[in-house]
Structures are given as structure tokens and as C-alpha cells.
């Protein structure tokens, strides 16, 4: 990806956008927000029962709900404003988390007792579709969690595979399902798969096929922040920014180009440099890459896929190690 970077100074000054929403009207919109529903990161107690299809549904709802609901992140629907994006608000991704219930409690029962297969690949992605138009049927056909519903979806299914594992088990068995091809699927001339042909990236197939790698960093970057006393919501936009420093987001290749994703990264990088957003440098960092990406019309919503898997995994595991 270094070298596609490189490429992107000989094809010039990638399109400029202005700013869809009025900027916020106090600084303060800047300091992290308290963590909504913070009682829902699972405790022991609560996953001795994990074999429940339900209990793995209510986890990825809520790693969904707090995603969206973590106030700063740049570029990113919050509770400030629609960020880059002008059909979307948080009410609507807050709406799509909850009508997502029913798809990964699906999605877990299709998986238990079951090793990674062909059949089984296919079954899940049916539930998968099913999910997407129950998305589109409570958006009013927004596309809010298309990715999150691929990812937090197979994390749901391993782990329904797998009730006493790991994280770094989950994310492998995840993995271990992603690699095989779903024959029923038609061909979709969706954004990501065009900026994948575009740049040459891997996108959210190849996150999965992997094992989320990126959703492992995430998990790491918040659990360090935590333990150097970092709020949790200062925590978790720590985790984004480490995922924004180094994933080909194909969110933000699509609407910004590689301009976009080297601003991307650049500013992910001088926010952590500066203190993580636990600080007011590395807080001021953060808003400045904010400003760029609006002015950009970019969003690294990839990015934002791979924090609500962290903190998937942060509930399946929360004892564990960094993943």
C-alpha cells in the first residue's frame, strides 16, 4: 500500500468537499464523551451461559450501539452530527443495531456444534442477507452496518462454534469460515468492491480471510489504554485511531481517494504520537484529522467496523489476553 500511496501524487489533487453540518459550537464537543451503556461489556457471570444464541445477539448489538454511540470520532457519524455523511444520523444506526438482534441470534444458532464448511459458509451468508434487508427495512434504506454485519456476524458464529475460546480463537475460527466462498452469492457492484478493483486492496474479505487482524490491534490498543488509566471512551477512540494508522479502509479510498487515506493515516499516527486521546495533544491531534476528513468528504467507516468487532471480542473475552 505504500507504493499505491506513492502513485496517488502523480494523479493529482483528489476532489474537494465542503462540510455537510454546521461545525459544533462548543470545544467541548471535543472531550470523549461518557461511554453509553457501559454496564454492557459482559462479565463472567454473564457468559456462563454463552452458549446462548441470544446472549451472543445482545453482545454484537451492543459493540454496534457503542460504536456508534462513542462521541468524538473523526469523520464518523456520532452524537455530535452525521460527520461525512449526509443520509445518515446516529438515530439511524441506532435503530439498525437493534433490528440486527434477531440476525445474530440466527447467525449463532446456524453455527453451534458445527466446524467451519462450505454448507455452513453459505447458510450464515443467507442469514446474512436476511439481515441486510432487515437493516435497510428500519434505515429507511440506509446502508448502516452492511460491513459490521459480515464481520461481527462470522465473530458471532465463531463464537458460537467455540464457546470457551478465545479471542484470538474466535477471530481464527472467523477466519477459518471467511475462506470459503459463498456460491449463492451474486456478483454486486457495491463501493468497497470497487475501491478494492480500484487500489488493489484486500477490503473487508481479506480482513475476514485473515482472521481481523485489525480488530485484534483495536482490542490491544483498548486494553492498553485502560490499563494506563485512560477513560473508556478515550479507550476505545484510542482503539479507532490504531485501526485508522495502518487499515486500507476502503470507506475512505471510495469517498476520498488516496489522498483520503493518507490523511487518514497521518493524523491517526500524530493523535496516538501526542498522547492517544486520553490528552488534551492527542485530543486536539484528533480534531484536526477531523476537520480534513469532513473537508474530504471521508469516512473511515471500515475502521469503525473494526472497533465494534474489538469490542465484540472484548465481551466474548474479557479476562483474556490482547488478542
Known amino acids: 500500500m505504500s507504493d499505491l500511496l506513492d502513485r496517488d501524487a502523480s494523479r493529482g489533487a483528489a476532489r474537494a468537499s465542503r462540510r455537510r453540518f454546521a461545525p459544533p459550537q462548543h470545544e467541548d464537543c471535543w472531550s470523549p464523551s461518557p461511554v453509553p451503556h457501559a454496564e454492557e461489556r459482559a462479565t463472567g457471570a454473564r457468559l456462563e451461559a454463552r452458549s446462548s444464541s441470544q446472549l451472543f445477539a445482545d453482545l454484537a448489538a451492543s ?3 457503542a460504536e456508534a454511540s462513542l462521541t468524538p470520532k473523526p469523520g464518523l457519524v456520532d452524537a455530535r452530527g ?3 455523511h449526509a443520509d445518515v444520523e446516529l438515530s439511524h444506526f441506532l435503530a439498525s443495531a437493534e433490528a440486527l438482534r434477531p440476525t445474530f441470534a440466527a447467525l449463532a444458532r446456524a453455527a453451534e456444534g458445527r466446524e467451519p464448511s462450505q454448507a455452513l459458509r453459505e447458510e450464515l451468508a443467507a442469514v446474512g442477507r436476511e439481515g441486510e ?3 435497510f427495512a428500519a434505515t429507511g434504506g440506509a446502508n448502516t452496518h452492511r460491513g459490521a454485519i459480515w464481520a461481527l456476524g462470522l465473530l458471532v458464529a465463531a463464537a458460537a462454534m467455540r464457546p470457551a475460546a478465545s479471542a484470538t480463537d474466535i477471530r481464527e475460527t472467523a477466519g477459518a469460515i471467511a475462506r470459503f466462498e459463498d456460491s449463492a452469492a451474486r456478483p454486486l457492484d457495491l463501493n468497497g468492491a470497487r475501491a478494492c478493483r480500484a ?4 477490503g473487508a474479505r481479506g480482513e475476514a480471510a485473515a482472521g481481523f487482524p485489525h480488530a485484534a490491534t483495536a482490542l490491544r490498543a483498548l486494553r492498553t489504554s485502560r490499563r494506563q488509566g485512560a477513560p473508556e471512551a478515550a479507550a476505545r477512540l484510542d482503539g479507532l485511531l490504531t485501526v485508522m494508522a495502518t487499515l486500507d479502509d ?8 488516496l489522498r ?3 490523511i487518514a493515516r497521518l493524523g491517526a499516527r500524530a493523535a496516538l504520537a501526542a498522547g492517544g486521546a486520553g490528552t488534551p495533544d492527542g485530543m486536539a491531534a484528533a480534531k484536526a484529522l477531523d476537520r480534513r476528513l ?3 468528504n471521508a469516512s473511515p467507516g471500515g475502521a469503525a467496523d473494526m472497533l465494534a468487532a474489538a469490542l465484540l471480542l472484548d465481551a466474548l473475552d474479557p479476562k483474556g489476553e490482547d488478542a
Not at 250 to 255: A, E, F, N
Open 199 to 202: 487500489y488493489g486492496v484486500t
Open 133 to 135: 434487508a432487515a437493516m
Open 63 to 65: 459493540a454496534l450501539i
Open 294 to 296: 469532513l473537508a474530504l
Open 82 to 84: 452525521p460527520g461525512a
Open 250 to 257: 476502503t470507506c475512505l479510498l471510495h469517498r476520498g481517494g
Open 260 to 262: 483520503a487515506l493518507r
